[in-house]
């Protein structure tokens, strides 16, 4: 089965902190994503890599960047935190078939 | 522009009845479409997916979904619903021709049914 494993369940960080959120995956997929998920806003794409350090905004990077410096794994940054950032963080890997997401991260900035 | 609508915030069933859960889509060319669950606390599941051919396609836990080209349409429905079938259900969409393989998702149905 493939695997995507989020470092964090829950997160509580602070206004101004820089914050990482790491993910990873076993299946040697090329394509990885980052989404947030707000309550009636459904997901949407904040990044996403095709490759090793090869990285492409999603719908709403501002805020936010990422680094892949190993296949699988795909960190999403958050330099300075801020409390509209307060979200559900869901990464996702793929294959030809479909896209397998990891349990979420939840991020509260206070 | 790629959009997906799913109009019903939240659908209420009673077990042992059928469900629809409705999806609407506008993306240029002919897409690809999935499904998506959510159970509480947990990341999403694949359910299923149409690629080609028949327009109905059936998934895991005994759903199904048709395909409805000229409404745009992939609504996702199950026969005979169980409580454990609550959950928070995403359709999404991708474009063919987007080598990026971005999905794009609907707001999400949150779908109770109960005993």
């Known amino acids: 089965d493939v695997k995507v494993t989020q470092s964090s369940r829950y997160l509580v960080k602070r206004t101004g902190e820089k914050v990482f959120l790491e993910c990873v995956q076993d299946?040697?997929?090329?394509?990885m994503f980052w989404y947030r998920q707000d309550p009636g806003l459904g997901l949407r794409l904040i990044y996403f890599s095709y490759d090793v350090k090869m990285k492409e905004k999603g719908d709403i990077p501002e805020g936010y960047s990422v680094s892949r410096e190993k296949k699988e794994r795909f960190s999403l940054i958050l330099e300075s935190a801020s409390t509209n950032q307060t979200s559900m963080y869901l990464c996702?890997?793929?294959?030809?078939?479909?896209?397998?997401f990891g349990p979420g991260t939840r991020l509260t900035v206070t | 522009a790629q959009s997906v609508a799913q109009p019903e915030d939240q659908v209420n069933v009673a077990e042992g009845n059928p469900l629809t859960v409705k999806c609407t889509y506008s993306v240029s060319g002919n897409p690809y479409l999935f499904w998506y669950v959510q159970y509480p606390n947990r990341g999403l599941q694949f359910l299923l997916k149409y690629i080609t051919g028949d327009n109905l396609v059936k998934g895991s836990y005994g759903f199904e979904a048709e395909f409805n080209k000229s409404q745009t349409s992939f609504h996702l429905k199950k026969p005979s619903a169980l409580v454990s079938d609550s959950a928070l259900y995403f359709c999404?969409?991708?474009?063919?021709?987007?080598?990026?393989?971005?999905?794009?998702f609907g707001s999400g149905t949150r779908l109770l049914v109960r005993p």
């Open positions: 999404a969409v991708r474009d063919r021709m987007d080598s990026s393989y971005k999905l794009i």
């Open positions: 996702a890997s793929r294959d030809a078939a479909e896209q397998y």
């Open positions: 299946m040697d997929h090329e394509n």
